[in-house]
């Protein structure tokens, strides 16, 4: 169940009186925080009541909802995606009370000021509070909210060849690997492919599944077993949380037998990842597919020599496709103005091609000044080095 609000209309919504009630809902964006449930209980406290909420984004947040906003987001074991909008631009978000972040956590985007957070989970960047107006912190594993807004050119291409891997082929187990730098959007491609309409209708079994670095595979297989039971509206098997790895590897390979699934591996690291998961997964004939993202070409070839899967390169975009993505996003679609045409050109350089880093700066670009050139040169100067080889962009920008 979904209540959806397109990102860009920031009012947010009412909610239903008892919305503490919808226990299997998972995508709630934008609600409003200064509203109050039934028996006047605040909304902000109901939240931690939807346990099975993935995205979340809340609106009209007052420093003072801040406590109870985290008692209820540590409550929310499977949040992907997290929003946050102050009521105004400078308004404290009071995030110090947060002692969990939830492990799944992708994607956080905060509108406001911090005043203080805790950094030891290596979740929130942000600079000195005494010298940034707007700071921004994007995750490019975890890019649910550029995927509405990006409208990425050049991805028709690997989306085809993609979705021919997927849905044709012979009927046994296939392994399909996209593999580039961070940046290039790898996630946003095979995200655009796992949500199209002809492949959910192919499969009768999806998960995707974040990997990254530090995911226990006992982790993985709990997502992987809480996905594909919700996905059928059955409640998860009891004892999930405190089964042992073989009891779990059985238990979703059971589950799969007489299934054509796809399940996404999302930002494999290491072989061992694959490894350790790979025999859950049974050859069935069915027509299955396995997808997954990485950064290492020794990682993607070896996960598919098994299947006698499929490699796909994801390369930069070219500099025409850079451009044209740049002015969609910065300039709505219009022609870029002869003014910024050369600083323009001078901050897309900076980005080598990586749609992502394109959509991030244009997006903070869009609200600039077209008169004053100097703030784009001071953007332009901020960046230096952060783009290389990073996963994160950071902005600062320091006040006039």
């Given at each position: 169940?979904?209540?959806?609000?397109?990102?860009?209309?920031?009012?947010?919504?009412?909610?239903?009186?008892?919305?503490?009630?919808?226990?299997?809902?998972?995508?709630?964006?934008?609600?409003?925080a200064?509203?109050?449930?039934?028996?006047?209980?605040?909304?902000?406290?109901?939240?931690?009541?939807?346990?099975?909420?993935?995205?979340?984004?809340?609106?009209?947040?007052?420093?003072?909802?801040?406590?109870?906003?985290c008692?209820?987001?540590?409550?929310?074991?499977?949040?992907?995606?997290?929003?946050?909008?102050s009521?105004?631009?400078?308004?404290?978000?009071?995030?110090?009370s947060?002692?969990?972040?939830?492990r799944?956590?992708?994607?956080?985007?905060?509108?406001g000021?911090?005043?203080?957070?805790?950094?030891?989970?290596?979740?929130?960047?942000?600079?000195?509070?005494?010298?940034?107006?707007?700071?921004?912190?994007?995750?490019?594993?975890?890019?649910?909210?550029?995927?509405e807004?990006?409208?990425?050119?050049?991805?028709?291409?690997?989306?085809?060849?993609?979705?021919?891997?997927?849905?044709?082929?012979?009927?046994?187990?296939?392994?399909?690997?996209v593999?580039?730098m961070?940046?290039?959007?790898?996630?946003?491609?095979?995200?655009?492919?796992?949500?199209?309409?002809?492949?959910?209708?192919?499969?009768?079994?999806?998960?995707?599944?974040?990997?990254?670095?530090?995911?226990?595979?006992e982790?993985?297989?709990?997502?992987?077993?809480?996905?594909?039971f919700?996905?059928?509206?059955?409640?998860?098997?009891?004892?999930?949380?405190t089964?042992?790895?073989?009891?779990?590897?059985?238990?979703a390979?059971?589950?799969?037998?007489?299934?054509?699934?796809?399940?996404?591996?999302?930002?494999?690291?290491?072989?061992?990842?694959?490894?350790?998961i790979?025999?859950?997964?049974?050859?069935?004939?069915?027509?299955?597919?396995?997808?997954?993202?990485?950064?290492?070409?020794?990682?993607a070839?070896?996960?598919?020599?098994?299947?006698?899967?499929?490699?796909?390169?994801?390369?930069?975009?070219?500099?025409?496709?850079?451009?044209?993505?740049?002015?969609?996003?910065?300039?709505?679609?219009?022609?870029c103005?002869?003014?910024?045409?050369?600083?323009?050109?001078?901050?897309?350089?900076?980005?080598?091609?990586?749609?992502?880093?394109?959509?991030?700066?244009?997006?903070?670009?869009?609200?600039?000044?077209?008169?004053?050139?100097?703030?784009?040169?001071?953007?332009?100067?901020?960046?230096?080095?952060?783009?290389?080889?990073?996963?994160?962009?950071e902005?600062?920008?320091?006040?006039?």
């Amino acid at each position: 169940m979904t209540v959806n609000l397109k990102f860009g209309d920031l009012s947010g919504f009412k909610s239903p009186s008892q919305i503490g009630r919808l226990q299997y809902l998972q995508v709630l964006r934008l609600i409003e925080a200064d509203q109050s449930s039934e028996g006047g209980i605040s909304i902000v406290k109901e939240l931690g009541r939807l346990t099975q909420l993935r995205e979340l984004g809340i609106g009209n947040l007052r420093r003072e909802d801040g406590v109870i906003l985290c008692s209820s987001i540590e409550k929310l074991s499977n949040l992907r995606v997290l929003i946050v909008l102050s009521t105004k631009e400078d308004e404290i978000l009071d995030l110090q009370s947060l002692s969990a972040v939830p492990r799944f956590l992708q994607e956080l985007y905060l509108d406001g000021r911090l005043e203080k957070y805790h950094d030891k989970y290596g979740i929130l960047e942000q600079g000195s509070r005494s010298n940034v107006v707007n700071n921004s912190w994007y995750d490019y594993r975890g890019d649910a909210l550029l995927l509405e807004e990006a409208k990425l050119v050049g991805i028709e291409m690997p989306k085809r060849q993609l979705m021919e891997w997927l849905v044709e082929g012979d009927s046994g187990l296939k392994a399909v690997s996209v593999v580039g730098m961070g940046g290039l959007g790898k996630t946003t491609l095979v995200k655009k492919v796992y949500d199209d309409a002809t492949a959910k209708k192919h499969f009768d079994g999806h998960a995707w599944l974040i990997v990254s670095e530090s995911l226990r595979a006992e982790d993985l297989l709990k997502d992987m077993i809480q996905q594909l039971f919700e996905e059928i509206m059955q409640p998860v098997p009891v004892g999930v949380e405190t089964m042992s790895i073989n009891r779990l590897k059985c238990l979703a390979n059971d589950f799969l037998q007489q299934r054509r699934y796809v399940v996404v591996f999302d930002d494999v690291w290491n072989v061992n990842a694959w490894e350790a998961i790979k025999h859950v997964l049974p050859d069935n004939n069915c027509g299955s597919r396995v997808i997954l993202t990485t950064r290492f070409t020794h990682i993607a070839s070896t996960c598919c020599e098994e299947t006698n899967g499929h490699v796909y390169d994801l390369m930069p975009l070219s500099q025409e496709e850079s451009w044209t993505l740049f002015c969609n996003k910065t300039f709505r679609g219009n022609l870029c103005p002869p003014n910024l045409k050369q600083i323009s050109l001078r901050i897309l350089k900076r980005c080598e091609g990586l749609p992502l880093a394109i959509v991030a700066i244009s997006g903070v670009l869009a609200t600039k000044d077209r008169s004053r050139i100097d703030e784009w040169e001071m953007l332009y100067r901020s960046l230096g080095a952060e783009l290389e080889g990073n996963d994160k962009i950071e902005l600062d920008f320091p006040q006039d």
